[in-house]
């Protein structure tokens, strides 16, 4: 049962430069969400997705795109990488709605020099 | 002003000790509430949602009070192994959002 799992689990990339963070679920859960967790804010929500093809804001937004083709795959790129954006990057999903339990990922650690 | 506030601690108890945390909530719309436990480098993962009327698992109390605006953990009897960052999250209604506190950090001494 390999549930959710993130990949990279680490990565130090440059300023400017593409990222793509990869989240994948086997349990063909409806609802994905990605977060950032720095110190001091706790996690906030990034971008989410109610369905494939469906995805909305979260809380920060601004410098990330995300796309959901497939139900099980949750993809979150940085088009072009900040030092802000230095965190740890957390994917989670559930069942349906937000009474559900979210189900987190291993976390990616990102750096940007 | 955060949409959930923790105190950070930590809070350092020895092992068999009662420990409480409270969290306060901004929206009075808020409609789901959690107790979420991370491990250090680790990722959330839940601990207890907490209802109106209050629930218990075990060792652990849950206690929701809508007045004012906040919830609590009760932690009886602390193990070693309690030791962790215990994240208050709260959901507003209609939407997918959940608002996370930056946590309480509980160590349990020998």
């Known amino acids: 049962d390999a549930g959710i799992t993130q990949s990279p689990r680490y990565k130090i990339t440059e300023t400017g430069r593409q990222v793509t963070l990869m989240c994948h679920q086997t349990w063909s859960h409806s609802y994905m969400f990605w977060y950032r967790q720095d110190l001091g804010h706790g996690l906030r929500l990034i971008y989410y997705?109610?369905?494939?093809?469906?995805?909305d804001k979260g809380e920060v937004p601004d410098g990330y795109v995300v796309s959901r083709s497939k139900t099980e795959n949750f993809p979150l790129t940085l088009e072009s990488a900040t030092r802000s954006q230095t965190s740890v990057y957390f994917c989670?999903?559930?069942?349906?709605?937000?009474?559900?339990?979210?189900?987190f990922g291993p976390g990616t650690r990102l750096l940007v020099l | 002003r955060k949409e959930v506030e923790q105190d950070p601690g930590p809070f350092n108890v020895p092992e068999g000790a009662t420990v409480a945390f409270n969290c306060t909530y901004s929206n009075s719309a808020s409609q789901s509430f959690f107790w979420y436990r991370q491990d250090c480098r680790k990722e959330p993962k839940l601990l207890m949602s907490v209802y109106s009327s209050g629930n218990e698992d075990g060792r652990f109390t849950a206690q929701l009070n809508r007045a004012s605006q906040y919830i609590s953990l009760l932690i009886r009897d602390s193990k070693l192994s309690d030791s962790a960052t215990y994240l208050c999250?709260?959901?507003?209604?209609?939407?997918?959002?959940?608002?996370f506190g930056s946590g309480t950090k509980l160590n349990v001494k020998p």
């Open positions: 997705s109610a369905a494939a093809d469906i995805t």
């Open positions: 989670a999903s559930s069942e349906s709605a937000y009474q559900e339990t979210q189900y």
């Open positions: 999250v709260v959901n507003k209604n209609n939407f997918n959002k959940f608002y």
